[in-house]
Every structure is written in C-alpha cells, then in structure tokens.
C-alpha cells in the first residue's frame, strides 16, 4: 500500500522520474551538509590545538615542521609535574568517593516502587548539573573560608577532593542507574529461588552486571573532575595546582605557548581516552 | 494409599494495589497438592495461575491464608528458605555465567562440597541431554537449550516441589510437544511434584495428573483431565477447554439416571444432571462437537464445513435458525461425508449433554 | 480463630518486610544525602548568609547584617546625601547575558536541529557512532576548548588569516573579546545540549507520519514544517531550556573571549572574588543567578508534567 502512496504524490514523481534514483522520504536537502559541518567545525579547535603542539616553530598558526620538542619541554617541567600530582590525586580520590556513594544511591533509587524521601535523594544527587559552576564554587569558597575562620579547619587538598565527589556524584550515578534499569529483574528472583540471600544475590548476581555500568560511570566522573576549572580556581588553597588552572595560569602570563599547546594536547587526549572506555564498556553485555 | 501431601494452600488470597485501584489477584483459593503428581494450573492471562505459584515459591507474600509445604507453614518465609525450585517462563539465566556456574549456583548457596557439586552438575547435564555444553554461555544457546539449562538449573537442588512457570511458551510448536514428553518422562522419572502453569489447555491435558482451572482468583474446576474434559462442572470450564456447543433447553422430566431436555432448534434428548432436577426449568447444556453423530435426514442443513485434516468441522443450521457444531472424522481417503446443503439429523447419545451449574 | 492469628502474623511479617524495605534504602542513600549536603547544599547557605554580610577589606567578611549588596544591584548611594540613584550597569550586564543566551539558544537551534535530523536519519547501526562524535567535545576540558577558539578567531588567527589569504578583507576582522565571540564561544560550548534532546525525538518520530503527508502532496519543505518540527516539539523545548540556563551561569567562555571587558553574569561574580574583593556583593550576585535559573527550570518542569503526552504512532 506505501508504494501506491508513494507513486501517487507529485514529489515522489518528480523523483522517480530521474532514473536510478529512489524517493528517500526522510532526506531534507541541505541538512547533511549543516550537520557535518557542524560536526567538523566541534572538533577543528580540538584538532588544532592537538596538531599544533606537534609544530616545530613556535607559531600557532603556521606549520612549519614536526617536533616533539614542546612536549619533551612539558614532561621536564617541574611545575606541571606538581600540578599533575595534584591532578591526579584529586581525580582519583574523588572517581572512588563519588562511585561508591553513586552505585548505592542507584542501588537505593531504582527499580522499587517509591518510597518516602525518594525524590529528595534523586533532586540532592543531580543538584550539581542544575546549578551554575560559578555558584557552586563561590558557594563552596565561602564555605570552606567560613571552617577555616570559625574552626580553624582546614583539610587541606581534602577541600577540593571532597568539593569534587560533590559534582561527580551526578556523573556516576546516571550510567550506573541506566544499566540497574535495564537489569532483569528476574535474575535476582531467580537467584533468590535458589538459595541465594539477598546478600549473596547481590554479590553474585547483580554487582557483576552492574560492574560494566560502575565502571562507566566512574570514567566519566575521573574525566569531570580531572578537567575542572571554574570551581578548582575559587577553592584552591595555595600551591593547590592543577593542570588545568596550571594552564590557564600561563594563558594569563605568557598568552599562548607552544608548550600550553602541549601540555593542553595532552589533557584533550586522556580526556577523549576515558570517554571512549567509558562508552565502550558502558555497552558491553 | 494416598499419597502424601507435597504443597497446601488453605484460603489463600492475594489483592494488589489498595482503594480503588486494588486487583484481587486470588480470592481464597484452597488446594491440595500430592507427593509425586503432575499437577497443572490452568487458565487465561489474569486468572491468578501465576500468583498461585509466585505464593508458593515466595516472591510473593499472601493478604491472608496459609502456605504449607510438607505439613509446614511457610507463608511467611523468603525464598531462598523454602525447598522449592522455580523453572521462569523467560529463563532468568544468568549471563554472566556458563551453563555449569549455573547449575551449579543453588548448590554453591548451600555449601555443598565442590566434588558433590561437580558430580551434579554432570549428572543434571546428562539427565537434561546436554551433556558436554557445561562450559557455553546462556546467549550461545538456542531457545530449547537455554530451557533445558533452567530445568536442570532448578532440578540439581533435589527440591520437593518443582514450580513451571509456562516454560514451553516461548518455544515453537514441534519443539514444545518434543518438550511435553520430556518433561512428563523427567517427572515420573525423578517423582518430584511438578506444579505446572500454562494457559494451553492441549499442554495441561496431555501432561497433567490433575488439573486445576482457574478463572478471576478461583479454581472454577479440580480434576483428571478426563474428568475435566468429558465432566465440566460450569460454562467457563466447558468453554474454555476444547469446543464445546452451549445449548438452551427445557427440563421435561426425568428418565432413569439422565434428564430428558427439551431444546432449541427441536432437538430431544437424554442430558446427565447436575443438581437437583425440576421439570420446566430452563438449563443450559454443554454438548462437544465430536459427541454428536451426523446422518442423512431432515432435521437442519449443513450450512458450513472446515477442513481440520483428520476431522472436518460441520456447522449445522436447524428448523428455527439456531446452529450447531459437529466434528466428525472424515472418510478414509480423507473426503468429508457431508458437503454444504445436505440435509442431516443429529444422534446424541445418552449423557453425552451435560447440565451445567450457572 | 487461627484464621484471624494467620491474618496478624501475615500482617507481622508484610510490615517487617516493608520496614526492612524503607531502612535498606534509607541507609544506601544515606552518604549521598550526607556528602551533598554538607558540601553541597550547606555552602550555598552560607553563600546566602555571607550575601547580606559586610565585606572586610581584604576579602572575607565582617560579621554585620545588611542590604547593602542586594541594594547595591540596582542603585548606587550617594556618599554625601545618602540617596539612591538607580545605576544601570548590573542591569545591562544581566540583560545582556539574558541577549547572549537567548541568542546562542536561538542559533544552536538553527544549526542543532538539522545536526540532529541528519543523525537520526542514519541507518539505526551507525547512530550510536554519531551521539558518540557530537558528545565527545563535551567531556574534554572546555578552559583549552574555549581559548583554542581564541586561537582561531584573533587578529593573527586562523579565520583572519584564512579570509585574507581569500582576498575577502585586508584589515583583520576584530572579532576577539566582542560580544559575537562571547557567543560563538558559548555556541560551541552548548551545541551538544540542543542537538541531543533533539536527536532523542526526532529519532522517536514514526516516519509513517511524514509518508502520509508526500502522500497528501506536501513537499519536503512543507513536511518538514507542518509534520517533522511540530512533532519534535518536546525535544525543541528540551534543548532550549538545556542551552539557555547553563548559558546564562557561563563563566568560563565570557572569561576568555570577553578580555574582562565584556561581562556576563558569571564572570562579574567571579570579579567580586578576585581583584574586587567584595565577597558578600559576589554571593549575592550569585544568589540572584541562582534563583533566576532555579525558578526557570520550576516553570519548564510544571509546564511539561500535567500536559497530556502526545500519543506517537
């Protein structure tokens, strides 16, 4: 029946009158060219800073030759490799703080009739993608001078990994959350029916196929925290360096160095390299 | 000698939901369940077939009655502490495990020796015939295959009950009448209860030891499948397994052990009663098909004839309109003996009508 | 009797398991409640306190009770009368971060929704290829993202060189630290927001729809307007709603490409921390962006829910 629809209309006539051509209802001229386009034009400053690191002279915007040198210059430096401590550490501490908590609020908010106080753990968990970076951080400044006068407490690095889990939470939890949802819920019935404790159903049963999501989520979370600005500069404490408020501190000093590039290069990589482990397991089976 | 009792349920109910909205999923349903029987539930979707069973296994808790298994009250006990087993309508086998983990998993939660349960699982394979497939993944199996794992998955734990939910459902026809065999040979051969669910009646006839046949949250009819079949106490029982054609009729008096009838379409004939009888009362009658025998005569005109291969299906259309279906079997080279327009009468044997409680 | 004893016990053991039920999830939640509430929820009350708060000379705060800096916003005392004259300058800056995101929201609508048409238009293997290429920008670090864009669009940059060496001008275009910069940053920063929830619903739409209408003689165009777009409805606003609040808190982007010349409302709080050192005006600026954005996503959320669901197919 579609066909004779299909030969009935004028349009579709028009179109398969010129030969070798089928009538594709779904294209609309024009838009492919815009959508890669656009797709192209999201990933030429990312390109260019990569490729440019590699440039011989030290010009950002002429090619001259490759070189390697920039990046020899970066891993030398003393100060990147304070700020890439840093870094690390706080990314790393606050991945697993934001994971556990985040796998047992999904564990607590998923598949189960509601129940009371459900909604506030839900709005609490997600609170950090609704409110502006810049609130958040001069929230969290504030708070924290607040500590250090009142109680004369002040935690160190411990500040930051803390205000990290924060906004990571929300980052863990989604993935987490979506692969319990699609979990058989049967499974741990069955697991149940056969001897199996609610302990021992969750143990063998469903943290093994949660794992794939867990560890999604936790890459994802491990990226956000490695490449935030905006809250890390206001919180920072002194000699509190990260690579990213490293770099923004050269831009503010020197402008755009090769070695900015490079050390900029380097972080667009890790970040591109967490993300498609997190994508690639996130959808295994 | 009777047989012991394997599961009871006493006055069992089950609502779902609460106010308005609430469902009543089993209305005081009580059973009784024999050590070693083949026992079905029968019905369509909603009757409560599958929360009977979700009951007895425990994934469920009852609004009121009782659950006993062997004598023992277990209403009030989780799964993993009644020793029943459940085979799932959908598997549930665990992907993340090869076919021998998860044979072997229920016997791991009871810290059975690692030889013991190696053994089982060798034995379970073999008593399934899939010998030698210990170390593939549920998602390299077929659909049968993945079936026969469950089975085995339940059996390994020796329970005393073994609960089906529907587990031939997803399979194609060939296969599940290969699976109806199996399963009936597995149960005599082990003597473990079986409470069967489906909501195939053909399924429930062949393998069953009793039946029961539900409808709404009650047992509408307990029995044999003969008993069932050839004896159906109401009009939902009648009409539900088989073809059956429902007839009104007039009670004209009594006649030795049956009822003679009056009915529509001026047919005569001898019904068996159920209750007490009352000459002028309006009953209606449950009359298979393949009980009445076609001959030549005048009584209606065949209107209608489907071929259905070893029978043909007649629809007959009486003196006042009213119509009739009759299943005969056809001639040896297969031609049907009466063909659209043929004038024929109707023979019903003694009892073959039966009344039904309304 | 014993019936009534069995209906107690049942009742006993339901409530026992309801109870479990509600501690299980109450104590599984519970860090999360904690840890967002000490270190997330409690610092933006202390951000509301601080913003009626005196500020101390060199940043921090005296512990007084004020108006001042929620007054401060419009009007400006006059140190020698003590009157206010309204001072527009916070306004503008709002205004004009209100313009911007409304601009950006609007242009990544024009550029997003044919992205993600095209998107969902491919072949269902190829799709979950083509979310993962748009996201990606998204998870890498938007501090080199954005002045990578510097890069390009300076005087010296990319662009300028590219139209030059075109002969299209001989002056570079100044196109740094203006407004259009502000939002072609915040544009490539958000373009993913507006393009995903698309890409969510027209991949939903049931093509049989648009089938009908060539049937009925309407041309692509007109498919396009009166069946495609109206049944993309939720996702428009979706994206729109996506783009427009975060844009209005960008900070980073007006930070970069602005040269601190051209404020949003990000980068004027980030000021009041920095070398202005007025913290209690900077929280109370803060606050303000807050609720704003708060009270926005309150309208978009009562909007959407009581609306009755438009049934697809």
Redesign the interface.
Known sequence: MAEQALSASPAADRASRRPGRRFDLKRQPGFGAVAVTCIAVLYAPILIVVGFAFNESRSVTRWSSFSLEWFEKVLANDDIHNAAKNTLLIASCATIIATIIATAAALATTRSRAWRGQTTVYTLINLPLVVPEIVTAVATASFFGLLAVLAGISLGIGNLILTHSVFCIPFAYLPIRARLEDMDLTLEQAAADLYATPWQAFRRVTLPLLTPGISSGAALAFIISFDDFTITQLVAGAGQTTLPLYIWGQLHKVGVTPEVNAISAILLVISILFVTLSFLVGRRR | MVDAVAVEARNVSKVFGTGADAVRALDGVSVTIRENEFFTLLGPSGCGKTTLLRLIAGFELPTAGEILLEGEHVEHLPPYQRPVNTVFQSYALFPHMTVAQNIAFGLEMRNVPRTDIDGTVTEMLGLVKMTGLGGRRPAQLSGGQQQRVALARALANHPKVLLLDEPLSALDLKLRQGMRTELKALQKRTGITFIFVTHDQEEALTMSDRIAVMSQGKIQQLGAPLEIYERPVNRFVADFIGDTNFVAATIDGQAGDYVRCRCEGGIDLLASPIGGVTSGAKVTLALRPEKIQLKSGALGTVAQTVYVGTDTNYEVRLGDGSRINVRQQNAADGQAQFTVGDGVLLEVPAGAARMLQD | MA?AA??D??AQ??AG?ERR??L???L??????I???V??????T??LI?SFLVPATYG?VEWEFTFENYIGFLFQRDIFDDTLHFVPDYLQIYFRTFLLAAFTTVASLI??F??A???A?RPPRQR?FWV??????F???????T??????IRD???VN?VLRWLGAIDQPLHILYTNFAIMLGLL?SF??FMVLPLYTSLEKLD?RL???G???????GKV?RRIVIPLAKPGIIAGCILVF??A?????TPL?LGGGKQHM??SL??VQ?GTSRN?PF??AL??I??AV??LA?LVYVRSTTGKSKVVHG
């Open positions: 019936l069995a209906s016990h049942i053991v339901q398991a039920f509600l299980t999830r109450q599984l939640s519970g860090p999360a409640m840890v967002v509430g270190f997330g929820v409690l610092p933006l202390i951000m601080y921090g550029i997003g044919p992205t048409y095209f998107m238009t979950n993962f290429l748009i996201t990606l920008p998870w890498t670090n938007l501090l080199i993202r002045y990578a864009i510097q890069l390009i010296e940059g990319l060189d490539y373009l993913p093509f648009v089938e009908a060539f049937d009925l003689y309407a041309t692509r396009l609040i975060p209005l808190g960008a900070y980073v970069i409302i990000g709080i980030a921390f913290w900077g929280c803060a606050f962006l807050m954005v708060l996503l």
